[in-house]
């Protein structure tokens, strides 16, 4: 299973770490990612890290903000979000696959076999 935490209210231009907690399974056999769904929204693929972590992919919206990172002693990936913006409110998951991130399978929620619960993330003045 993942457990997402690290959400909360933050201002404009503020930061925040998300973390991904994972249990039960090969971690390092799978590449994570963190999805959102805000409000009234489809779910979006944010960003994806490889299982090794060699590889990285995200979306042009959040590219230059946010970095994702894992750690495969500590079975964790990381999201650190810098310069946050209104429209990054949203629940915040993540989710494991086997599927790699290049090109744009990784943005198919379809492809993944774990999903953490979500945390809240509020960007708001």
């Known amino acids: 299973q993942l457990q997402a935490s690290g959400g909360g209210l933050v201002q404009p231009g503020g930061s925040l770490r998300l973390s991904c907690a994972a249990s039960?399974?090969?971690?390092?056999?799978?590449?994570i990612s963190w999805f959102r769904q805000a409000p009234g929204k489809k779910r979006e693929g944010v960003s994806c890290?490889?299982?090794?972590?060699?590889?990285?992919n995200s979306l042009d919206s959040v590219k230059g903000r946010f970095i994702i990172s894992r750690d495969n002693t500590e079975n964790t990936v990381y999201l650190r979000m810098i310069n946050l913006k209104l429209e990054d409110t949203a629940v915040y998951y993540c989710?494991?696959?086997?599927?790699?991130?290049?090109?744009?399978?990784?943005?198919?929620?379809?492809?993944?076999?774990?999903w953490g619960q979500g945390t809240l993330v509020t960007v708001s003045s």
């Open positions: 890290i490889s299982r090794g972590g060699g590889t990285t």
């Open positions: 039960g399974f090969t971690f390092d056999n799978y590449a």
């Open positions: 989710a494991g696959s086997k599927v790699g991130c290049l090109g744009r399978l990784w943005r198919d929620d379809d492809r993944y076999d774990y």
